[in-house]
């Protein structure tokens, strides 16, 4: 959600609150492009390896809203729907072929409200609540910490846990902890065994509330700040379980936000001191093509709609390098991480569906959403380090959606995006520059050019993402490649009819990728036809 109550910004925070164009590729807040007289074309220096691109800037995020837990990845051990243990194998199946690497849960807003011990035990003796926040429905705690864990094992993912500030207790958060990860017989590990775990889970991540300036306690900046020293500290490291804390961060230009959690860290000037009480601090943007009332509609917008979407969508980019800079003033060696974990479209729920539920179609322009998001994230891989899409399941941007009364699986085009673009955790980025023939379109005061790039390799192999941001026209260009032999190459494309296709239990493939067969060789290295409204990724082995 947009923060109402915005902190007041001073100094370092408020000189960053002008917008900017695109200002190129190294330190970049936004896609860009230069001018050239010849064809459109991505120069990529191969053999110029930089940051790591953290698997974890493809991490997921499941709330306890509408069907994303429950009908979604739950449905119970009675379910007729292919379950174990009550959790649904389609789901399952279909995540782990994206290497997710790691789960948020419970929230977003209700992990401020959630009170962990209710969702232990014996799952009839659990009591209830009101999900107050999302539908205002009845909880019945039936798939609690256990359950997201056996969840965690089973798509062969970590923890990212979010911890309750907002309406919970520093030592409820302490004991958290300790049940998840302890090993010997305290009180808290003797618990978890006698609700039938043995051995403690690893949980490597560990929120420290959520959205604390709105739905997390409505405070001001410097009062969380105190409250996320305090709260971190008792969120301990058991029986060799190393925790990266996640101080809960601030939402879009929110740079006042950033500056005070970083002042309650304190300067960083040492390479070898770990950042203390938190290690990493959060940012949540979402997109949408409206205001907050009105965000537009998932399937029906115009073409001025579809390009206003990805300037916006851009924008994150230029959020998270601004950020990053309130950050390296405290922290010149970049010890404390950058964690976006929600991002991603939000539009008007699908007619008829529960307001607060949360439930959107996912289109071919979620797709390029999505790409553009990782084209910035591959270049600020030196701070990012993690962010979560919101959120995995019949929420939001997801990655599958399912069938309320058929219970029938779809895959949406974002979730072929995270496939395609699956290659690039925890490869190196490789600085891919855009030149076009044409100026940018200018949207919103920020330039917004029709092709977006970005690359990594893994020593052998290379792995290059194109987006092709025109609605209505194809696009050849050349891709020029520098450095390093390239023995052979394969390439992919995902697009559909239309820039609203999207996939329906009718017609599950109507966006989904196939071989791109335009691609031929060139003096430069390759040449490449995109279609229009598409996203492509091709793939080199390195000589
Ligand atoms: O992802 C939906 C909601 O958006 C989350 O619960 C909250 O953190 C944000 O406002």
């Keep these: ?6 902190t007041v910004t001073t100094g370092l925070a408020s000189a960053l609150s002008a917008p900017s164009p695109g200002t190129g590729t190294t330190g970049s807040t936004g896609p860009s492009s230069r001018r050239t007289d010849g064809p459109a074309r991505v120069v990529v220096d191969l053999d110029l390896p930089g940051a790591t691109i953290s698997r974890h800037l493809y991490g997921h995020f499941a709330e306890h809203l509408g069907r994303c837990i429950y009908g979604g990845f739950f449905v119970g051990e009675d379910s007729e729907i292919p379950n174990t243990r009550g959790i649904r194998h389609d789901v399952v199946d279909a995540l ?5 690497p790691n789960l948020r849960w419970p929230g977003g807003c209700f ?16 009591p209830r609540m009101v999900n107050s926040h999302w539908g205002d429905v009845v909880e019945d705690n039936s798939f ?86 305090q709260y971190s500290t008792y969120v301990r490291d058991h029986a060799g ?6 101080a809960a961060g601030a939402s879009d230009d929110d740079y006042g936000w950033t500056e005070a959690l970083m002042k309650a860290i304190g300067t960083l000037k040492g390479r070898e001191t770990k950042p203390k009480p938190f290690q990493a601090i959060s940012l949540h943007h979402y997109t949408m093509s409206g205001p907050w009332q009105d965000k537009g509609s998932a399937t029906e917008f115009t073409e001025d709609e579809w390009y206003l979407t990805l300037a916006r969508a851009a924008r ?23 964690v976006l974990d ?3 479209t939000w539009w008007n729920v699908e007619p008829g569906t529960n307001p607060g539920f949360l439930y959107q179609q996912n289109t071919v322009r979620d797709a390029l959403v999505a790409s553009l998001h990782f084209d910035g994230f591959h ?3 030196d701070r990012l380090v993690m962010a979560n899409i919101a959120q995995t399941v019949n929420v939001l941007q997801a990655m599958v959606l399912t069938d309320p009364d058929s219970g029938a699986l779809v895959l949406t085009p974002t979730y072929h995006v995270f496939e395609m673009n699956a290659g690039h955790q925890d490869a190196a980025a490789l600085d891919a520059h855009v030149l076009l023939p044409e100026e940018p379109r200018e949207i919103e005061g920020r330039t917004l050019p029709s092709i977006s790039a970005s690359a990594s390799t893994t020593g052998e192999s290379a792995l290059i993402s194109l987006s092709n941001l025109d609605a209505s026209e194809g696009r050849a260009l050349v891709l020029d490649l520098r450095g390093r032999e390239v023995a052979g190459h394969s390439a992919r494309v995902l697009t559909g009819a239309c820039s609203a296709a999207h996939n329906t239990p009718e017609q599950p493939d109507a966006v989904a990728p196939v071989e791109l067969t335009t691609v031929r060789e060139h003096e430069r290295g390759l040449e490449v036809e995109l279609p229009p409204h598409s996203f492509a990724t091709v793939q080199l082995q390195l000589g």
Aim: with cysteine; glycine share 10%; aromatic share 8%.
């Design 316 to 338: 994150t980019e230029e959020l998270v390098a601004r950020h990053s800079t309130v950050m390296d003033h405290y922290d010149p060696h970049k010890q404390v991480g950058l």
């Design 342 to 344: 929600e991002w991603g």
């Design 379 to 381: 270049r600020h891989a």
């Design 144 to 229: 609690g910490t256990h359950e997201f864990m056996d969840l965690v094992e089973l798509l062969g993912t970590e923890a990212y846990v979010n911890g309750n500030v907002g309406s919970g207790t520093v030592a409820e958060m302490s004991e958290w902890i300790e049940y998840l990860t302890r090993a010997d017989d305290s009180p808290m590990a003797s618990l978890r065994r006698q609700n039938g775990r043995e051995e403690p889970w690893k949980v490597p991540y560990f929120g420290i509330g959520n959205e604390a300036w709105g739905c997390g306690g409505n405070m001001r900046a410097e009062d969380y700040a105190a409250l996320a020293r």
């Design 1 to 6: 959600m947009s923060n109402p109550a915005r």
């Design 96 to 100: 782990r072929a994206l290497r997710i």
């Design 111 to 126: 992990a401020d409200e959630y009170h962990w011990k209710d969702g232990i035990g014996p799952r009839e003796q659990r």
């Design 241 to 246: 379980n190393e925790v990266t804390r996640i």
